[in-house]
């Protein structure tokens, strides 16, 4: 099968040809080049930013959490922003705290300007690029293109005098600890760029840009569903908050992995909240061969919807499919279920390569908020409006309150 998205050709201005765009052989180097970016030991050193922005994040939700209600969603999409901007640029971007950055504002018009345009597939690229909506994506492409290259540029210089400063002063592996503790993607993939020969400049910016779309969207959906299905479920909610205080006794927020692993309930909370509203609701595949589904032959030249979605609520694999209950992750209660019931990293060679990562940077973010408040939502499943753009989200946001615990 070959992977497609409907989406792929809207999103090539601004990814390029990087690990979600690309096919075949170039993807197949970069994927395993990248792979081990991503392994835990690195993700460990990322657990500072992940607290430090939380530090940020409780900040500004105090100053919300006086019985008014509120959206939710803008904080939270800020707070994944500034994450993933630091842990895949090394570059903060501040997008709590300041009222205004180029960059974050191109990021946020992009992302609605391909939305725009989902929804309108009869204007082709010859049209859009006359039309003020196609002039304004430009401006915005060039000022994030320009922002990714400009921080390469610098750390690219910073990692070239690491190098021979590490060599000239025969530095102890404190200092080397320390030097990979404030390493980002982009550093990593420059130390195994290998000086252009395997990954030059543009290979790194369109890598580094494909995180930026895929890592921050994806987890603000997950978070803010997440906040929504707990503030219907106060009981549940309990338990978490519970476990919770339990791991950090007096801290505000997690600061190590470990500690995250023994949240084990609420693990499962975020992974049945993925299961009800997966952030990415489908994928599409073109087949290059004939493929047989049971009754169903489909031919080659077929494009095929694969329905996350649909699987993760159908009542063959999930009692009462609606339901939010987290028990369902216990491994007793699903060691039996088909390992492809469960998909909200899709599956298999091109599965999300950022799933750990999407983990712990939730898993940090709601522990932090669940601990400091009591969450009651304004909605309900039956009354919020779901819609599926480039990702699941609530149309109207998450509106709800918090009370200081
Ligand atoms: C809850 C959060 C996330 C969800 C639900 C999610 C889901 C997915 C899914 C379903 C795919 C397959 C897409 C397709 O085949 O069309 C995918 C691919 C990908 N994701 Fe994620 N993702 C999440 C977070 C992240 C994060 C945080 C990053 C990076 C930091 C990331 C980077 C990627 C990349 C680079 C690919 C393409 C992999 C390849 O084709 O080799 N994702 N993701």
Not at 271 to 277: A, D, H, I, T, V
Request: charged share 25%; hydrophobic share 35%.
């Amino acid at each position: 099968m070959v992977r497609i998205r409907p989406l792929d050709d809207r999103l090539k201005p601004w990814l390029g040809l990087g690990l979600l765009t690309s096919t075949g052989p170039r993807w197949f180097q970069h994927r395993k080049l990248i792979t081990p970016t991503f392994h835990f030991k690195i993700l460990e050193h990322f657990m500072d930013i992940f607290v430090n922005k939380c530090e940020t994040l409780i900040s500004i939700l105090d100053n919300k959490a006086n019985g008014k209600s509120f959206d939710i969603y803008p904080d939270i999409t800020h707070c994944a922003l500034d994450i993933i901007c630091e842990t895949a640029m090394g570059t903060p971007v501040n997008a709590m705290s300041s009222k205004q950055n180029h960059y974050v504002e191109s990021i946020y018009a992009i992302s609605e300007i391909i939305t725009w345009r989902f929804f309108r597939p009869y204007i082709t690229d010859f049209v859009f690029q006359f039309i003020p909506k196609g002039h304004e994506f430009q401006k915005h492409l060039n000022v994030v293109h320009d922002f990714t290259r400009k921080v390469i540029a610098e750390r690219k210089k910073r990692v070239t005098d690491n190098q021979s400063n590490t060599h000239k002063n025969n530095n102890t592996e404190d200092d080397l600890l320390g030097r990979k503790k404030r390493m980002s993607f982009l550093d990593l993939l420059l130390e195994s760029s290998d000086n252009g020969q395997v990954l030059n400049d543009q290979d790194i910016a369109e890598e580094v840009d494909t995180f930026m779309f895929e890592g921050h969207d994806t987890t603000t959906a997950g978070m803010c569903w997440t906040l929504f299905l707990l503030g219907n479920h106060p009981d549940i909610q309990q338990k978490v908050f519970e476990e919770v205080h339990q791991v950090l006794q007096s801290k505000r927020t997690p600061t190590t992995i470990s500690e995250l692993h023994e949240m084990k309930y609420l693990e499962n909370v975020i992974k049945e909240s993925l299961r009800l509203y997966p952030s990415v609701p489908f994928i599409i595949r073109d087949l290059e061969q004939e493929v047989q589904i049971g009754e169903y032959k489909i031919p080659a030249g077929v494009q095929v919807n694969l329905q996350i979605y649909g699987t993760h609520r159908s009542a063959e694999y999930y009692p009462e499919p609606d339901k939010f209950d987290p028990d369902r992750f216990l491994p007793e209660n699903s060691q039996k279920r088909h390992p492809y019931a469960y998909i909200p990293f899709s599956a298999g060679p091109r599965n999300c390569i950022g799933q750990k990562f999407a983990m712990y940077e939730e898993k940090t973010v709601l522990a932090t908020i669940v601990n400091r408040y009591k969450i009651t939502a304004m909605e309900t499943p039956e009354t919020i409006t779901v819609t599926a753009d480039l990702i699941l989200r609530p149309m109207n946001g998450v509106i709800l309150k918090l009370q200081k615990r």
